[in-house]
């Protein structure tokens, strides 16, 4: 059967007009000014209404075990709400534990998704480097896994030494993997929470102090003389502070093939609510932390010039109620993260399109197309083109809500957006030509997600 959407204002990250994608089964078959559908053809009215492509989050943690817990999303959750938020694509942070079999936390993940609404991949966690961690990350890769995660944090849990750091770098070059890295010095961070702690400043208000702008610049820096003396190329995930983007700029002169990531809470919101009476603040508290608020023109700026290349989300849902609440008394205890898949697309719109900050293509670029290009999903995904997989996304600029935990479909007992108004949303999202969301509400089919394969392309 073929679907027709029809009279919308096209937008891509290079193209944008007023017409017509015609969709048969999965794909996408032709677009233009003007389609003739076939006779039996559905036909969905776009008038008025922008058609996206599918947006593409590259990083989220939906299984997670962390902190002696475990975030409280599941496929079947997570993606709903991704759907919801015009998100048709999950790239997941697979994420061992140094004890763990790779290959067996791997089998693990792939499981979770089975019941996914939208479709998803991974990047393969290496939190150890040793014989058996390169023979299974050589299978991983056989098997559609084209990029890598490490982190220069979390000492003793994920967090790598510098010669398995090396050594990742070095297969990565050889397989022609990317390898996104979270990118703050593990040492600073333990001595800088030793003494605040012993200082009796134990409030989540002090998580930021403890890990400053310059602890996550020193982290980038240091993870870019090992991508340069390597070959490697390098993606910076939740980039949080111009110190950081400098140590970026400075490595792309050298010749670096790096890329940088910010997450949609670093662009609204700011330290001052991690410094909310009561505890409140722990609901804000992610690693990197949420800055000075004279941050965000930084971020925007380098958004708006591509310095940043993609906007995701790092969602990490913990309950405020007995999980959040594990570090009253010790901020170094509160499980991080800020659940925002449902949320990113619809804030990087109010705040950024429609506040005048960035324009259609940046958005649908940083939102989309950049994340598919840089991890082997590009044209398949990130795009509406004849062949590209039918991932669309009709948008209504000129809907207006509020953002509830009351209503929301993430599996978590608060928002960090509670309130706050919006300017357009995703009012009906298609995966793969099947329509999963109508009226801003899920409608679809849990398990219709498929797991992307992908190609090594960064050699």
Same mark, same amino acid.
Not at 120 to 125: I, L, R
Not at 317 to 322: K, N
Not at 362 to 388: E, N
Not at 413 to 424: K, L, Q, R, T, V
């Given at each position: 059967?073929?679907?027709? !959407?029809?009279?919308?204002?096209?937008?891509?990250?290079?193209?944008?007009?007023?017409?017509?994608?015609?969709?048969?089964?999965?794909?996408?078959?032709?677009?233009?000014?003007?389609?003739?559908?076939?006779?039996? &053809?559905?036909?969905?009215?776009?008038?008025?209404?922008?058609?996206?492509?599918?947006?593409?989050?590259?990083?989220?943690?939906?299984?997670?075990?962390?902190?002696?817990?475990?975030?409280?999303?599941?496929?079947?959750?997570?993606?709903?709400?991704?759907?919801?938020?015009?998100?048709?694509?999950?790239?997941?942070?697979?994420? #061992?534990?140094?004890?763990?079999?790779?290959?067996?936390?791997?089998?693990?993940?792939?499981?979770?998704?089975?019941?996914?609404?939208?479709?998803?991949?991974?990047?393969?966690?290496?939190?150890?480097?040793?014989?058996?961690?390169?023979?299974? !990350?050589?299978?991983? &890769?056989?098997?559609?896994?084209?990029?890598?995660?490490?982190?220069?944090?979390?000492?003793?849990?994920?967090?790598?030494?510098?010669?398995?750091?090396?050594?990742?770098?070095?297969?990565?070059?050889?397989?022609?993997?990317?390898?996104?890295?979270?990118?703050?010095?593990?040492?600073?961070?333990? %001595?800088?929470?030793?003494?605040?702690?012993?200082?009796?400043?134990?409030?989540?208000?002090?998580?930021?102090?403890?890990?400053?702008?310059?602890?996550?610049?020193?982290?980038?820096?240091?993870?870019?003389?090992?991508?340069?003396?390597?070959?490697?190329?390098?993606?910076?995930?939740?980039?949080?502070?111009?110190?950081?983007?400098?140590?970026?700029?400075?490595?792309?002169?050298?010749?670096?093939?790096?890329?940088?990531?910010?997450?949609?809470?670093?662009?609204?919101?700011?330290?001052?609510?991690?410094?909310?009476?009561?505890?409140?603040?722990?609901?804000?508290?992610?690693? #990197?932390?949420?800055?000075?608020?004279?941050?965000?023109?930084?971020?925007?700026?380098?958004?708006?010039?591509?310095? !940043?290349?993609?906007?995701?989300?790092?969602?990490?849902?913990?309950?405020?109620?007995?999980?959040?609440?594990?570090?009253?008394?010790?901020?170094?205890?509160?499980?991080?993260?800020?659940?925002?898949?449902?949320?990113?697309?619809?804030?990087?719109?109010?705040?950024?399109?429609?506040?005048?900050?960035?324009?259609?293509?940046?958005?649908?670029?940083?939102?989309?197309?950049?994340?598919?290009?840089?991890?082997?999903?590009?044209?398949?995904?990130?795009?509406?083109?004849?062949?590209?997989? &039918?991932?669309?996304?009709?948008?209504?600029?000129?809907?207006?809500?509020?953002?509830?935990?009351?209503?929301?479909?993430?599996?978590?007992?608060?928002? &960090?957006?509670?309130?706050?108004?919006?300017?357009?949303?995703? %009012?009906?999202?298609?995966?793969?030509?099947?329509?999963?969301?109508?009226?801003?509400?899920?409608?679809?089919?849990?398990?219709?997600?498929?797991?992307?394969?992908?190609?090594?392309?960064?050699?």
């Amino acid at each position: 059967m073929s679907l027709l !959407i029809q009279g919308g204002r096209i937008v891509t990250a290079d193209a944008d007009f007023i017409g017509d994608v015609l969709i048969d089964g999965e794909t996408i078959s032709a677009l233009g000014p003007q389609v003739a559908p076939p006779a039996d &053809a559905e036909i969905i009215d776009a008038a008025g209404k922008f058609v996206f492509p599918g947006f593409i989050d590259p990083h989220v943690h939906i299984y997670l075990p962390f902190m002696g817990t475990f975030a409280k999303d599941t496929y079947e959750s997570a993606s709903r709400a991704a759907l919801v938020g015009g998100t048709t694509t999950l790239i997941e942070m697979c994420c #061992p534990a140094r004890s763990d079999d790779p290959l067996e936390a791997f089998e693990l993940w792939l499981g979770k998704g089975e019941r996914s609404a939208c479709d998803y991949t991974f990047h393969m966690g290496v939190s150890r480097f040793d014989g058996g961690a390169e023979s299974a !990350i050589r299978e991983i &890769a056989n098997r559609g896994v084209a990029s890598l995660k490490v982190f220069l944090a979390y000492k003793g849990a994920f967090g790598v030494d510098d010669g398995e750091l090396f050594a990742t770098l070095s297969l990565a070059k050889e397989l022609g993997l990317i390898v996104t890295a979270h990118c703050e010095n593990e040492t600073l961070v333990a %001595e800088l929470q030793k003494r605040l702690l012993a200082e009796g400043k134990t409030g989540p208000e002090w998580h930021e102090p403890s890990r400053p702008p310059r602890v996550e610049a020193e982290g980038v820096h240091h993870l870019m003389t090992f991508a340069e003396l390597t070959g490697a190329h390098v993606y910076c995930v939740h980039t949080s502070c111009g110190e950081a983007l400098a140590a970026v700029q400075a490595a792309h002169l050298r010749g670096v093939n790096a890329w940088v990531e910010t997450v949609i809470p670093y662009l609204v919101v700011d330290k001052s609510y991690a410094e909310l009476p009561d505890f409140e603040g722990a609901k804000y508290v992610m690693s #990197p932390p949420l800055r000075d608020v004279r941050q965000q023109p930084t971020l925007w700026n380098a958004l708006r010039s591509r310095l !940043i290349s993609t906007v995701a989300t790092d969602h990490a849902p913990f309950d405020f109620a007995g999980q959040k609440e594990m570090g009253r008394g010790d901020f170094t205890q509160i499980p991080n993260g800020i659940p925002s898949v449902e949320n990113r697309v619809t804030l990087l719109y109010t705040h950024g399109v429609a506040a005048g900050r960035i324009d259609l293509a940046t958005f649908v670029d940083a939102a989309s197309t950049q994340a598919a290009k840089l991890f082997g999903l590009y044209p398949r995904k990130g795009a509406i083109a004849a062949g590209s997989d &039918a991932d669309v996304v009709v948008w209504d600029p000129d809907y207006r809500g509020r953002i509830s935990a009351a209503d929301q479909e993430m599996d978590v007992d608060y928002s &960090a957006f509670e309130g706050w108004e919006i300017a357009g949303r995703a %009012e009906t999202v298609l995966v793969r030509g099947k329509v999963q969301v109508q009226g801003g509400k899920f409608t679809g089919e849990l398990g219709h997600g498929q797991f992307l394969r992908r190609e090594p392309t960064h050699f």
